[in-house]
């Protein structure tokens, strides 16, 4: 297990107007390794005190220096917070296993790597956007004048911490806004660098602030008078919660929600790739993403095969110590979400669920939330496995016999995040495709992303969509000018 030098400790504290502050009462909370459950460090828990605090560096700001501020340079202190985000990898990455329990090697080369590019990608992209123009016969001409929303929040969540903050806050600060990060409470550590990272960049003071604490905290920014607009990424019951509290000051929204993904795999699929990338898909992260396929479904010709080659690689993937580079499967986040997936998992059995690989808490560990990369067989499609998000190790695998029964049991969901089909028909491939309710659908691929590209959930899984265009107008505003000719 881990030694003792891995142990690193770290407070964290707000970030507001430049400077690390406590909050007024020093009320702190404990951030516990969920691979050892030692203490990290201590949190800093923020009230309304502390909001206002940043909320109101953050407004000033806003009509400083920063909103003045030439393009190019704007766009260069953002690059430069990629390089200094990749200079200062290794520690980072470091921190990011710590807090979240994941393999070392995915912290580098999917959080931390991934967190620098979106800074890259919209230092690059804000120096091309444009906006519309019309000519009105010879009555008038017609253009549309950008702006910055003006204050924005930025709320997240847990598994994807470094990247899933940058995605947000790099397209906020391109596009002219100041903000405020409330990080999750369970994994506030990368979050907290990021601060000094974007002083050292020279992000004027008060334009990033950060206030860290539990739900309260991030309730305390969604209802403030004087926030313009929330992006938030996190559990669908919370984005109601933040929608009642936003509607009062009819903030504007953006919201990355739960998925229960379905992936498709018809009987004409590349089988090889097909099982390499649902091992992936399915158990990546601990299976802590909200893109993993946890509703697999085989046409049944394939299902037989498919199931015996599917277990018998996951029953390979090495569960254990995150700065171990064998393991393939770290700890769960914390303590509750380990009792909510085991909870699952006993949900399963009373269904009458068989389990294929796992199904109970890795063995060998003293300490530590680990849970066996999970395959259940069985179920129907009533039953809450299959329909609830369980967001860790466990995916459900279930035969189908026709395209119209498949697509019934994909769309019979709330949710609506993203989906992977498996063939090699092209006709299926656009045609199938098309008609799943989801706001990402992959062909014979998991993961591969553009940032260009529209990213977000239809039903309750979200909220309008992020990426290129779609991250720089949500931080924009838009103001119609008429020039009489
Ligand atoms: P969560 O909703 O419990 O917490 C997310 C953040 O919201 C935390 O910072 C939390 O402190 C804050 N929060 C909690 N209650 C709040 C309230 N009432 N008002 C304002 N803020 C509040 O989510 P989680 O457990 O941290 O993350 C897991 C969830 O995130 C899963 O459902 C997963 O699918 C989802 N997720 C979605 C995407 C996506 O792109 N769609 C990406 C990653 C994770």
């Not at 459900?396 to 498996?422: C, K, M, R």
Request: proline share 4%.
């Amino acid at each position: 297990m881990q030694t003792e030098t891995k142990q690193k400790v770290m407070d964290c504290s707000h970030f507001i107007n430049g400077e690390y502050v406590q909050s007024s009462n020093a009320k702190t909370f404990e951030n516990v390794n969920p691979a050892t459950e030692t203490v990290l460090g201590n949190i800093a828990i923020g009230g309304k005190q502390e909001v206002d605090q940043a909320v109101s560096a953050a407004r000033k700001a806003l009509n400083g220096e920063w909103k003045n501020m030439p393009l190019k340079e704007r766009s260069n202190i953002i690059r430069k917070i990629g390089d200094l985000i990749l200079e200062r990898k290794d520690e980072l990455a470091e921190l990011e296993s710590l807090d979240t329990g994941k393999p070392l090697w995915l912290s580098q080369k999917v959080d931390i790597d991934r967190a620098a590019n979106n800074f890259y990608f919209f230092a690059d992209y804000m120096t091309t956007v444009g906006t519309e123009a019309y000519e009105q016969d010879d009555l008038a001409i017609h253009y549309a004048k950008r702006r910055p929303v003006g204050v924005v929040g930025l709320i997240n969540p847990w598994n994807l911490p470094l990247f899933l903050m940058t995605w947000k806050l790099a397209p906020a600060l391109a596009a002219g806004n100041t903000a405020v990060m409330k990080p999750s409470e369970v994994t506030p550590m990368t979050a907290t660098v990021l601060g000094e990272i974007c002083k050292e960049a020279g992000v004027p003071d008060g334009v990033v602030n950060m206030v860290h604490g539990f739900g309260e905290t991030g309730a305390a920014l969604s209802s403030h008078e004087d926030v313009d607009a929330i992006a938030f990424t996190g559990e669908t019951i919370t984005g109601t919660e933040i929608m009642k509290a936003a509607a009062p000051t009819l903030k504007k929204l953006s919201f990355e929600l739960g998925g229960k993904n379905p992936n498709i795999i018809f009987a004409d699929a590349d089988i090889e790739d097909a099982i390499e990338t649902t091992v992936r898909s399915s158990f990546i992260n601990q299976g802590e993403v909200c893109l993993c396929g946890s509703r697999i479904y085989v046409e049944r010709p394939m299902y037989d095969e498919f199931l015996d080659r599917f277990a018998e690689k996951t029953k390979a993937l090495v569960v254990g110590d995150p700065f171990d580079a064998d393991t393939k499967v770290g700890a769960l986040v914390s303590e509750e979400h380990y009792r909510k997936v085991l909870g699952y998992l006993d949900i399963a059995k009373e269904e009458g669920g068989t389990f294929l690989t796992g199904g109970k808490a890795a063995e060998g560990f003293d300490k530590g939330f680990f849970v066996e990369p999970t395959i259940i067989t069985g179920l129907g499609k009533d039953s809450r496995c299959v329909r609830e998000e369980i967001f860790g190790p466990v995916v459900t695998v279930i035969p189908f016999d026709t395209e119209e029964e498949v697509l019934e049991q994909v769309n019979d969901t709330h949710y609506g995040l993203s989906a992977s089909v498996w063939t090699s028909n092209v006709k299926r491939a656009t045609g199938f495709s098309g008609k799943i309710e989801a706001g990402i659908v992959w062909v014979n691929t998991w993961f591969l992303r553009d940032l260009r590209t529209p990213f977000g959930g239809m039903k309750r899984s979200g909220l309008g969509r992020e990426g290129g265009s779609h991250s720089f107008d949500f931080y924009s505003e838009l103001t119609n000018i008429t020039l009489k000719m």
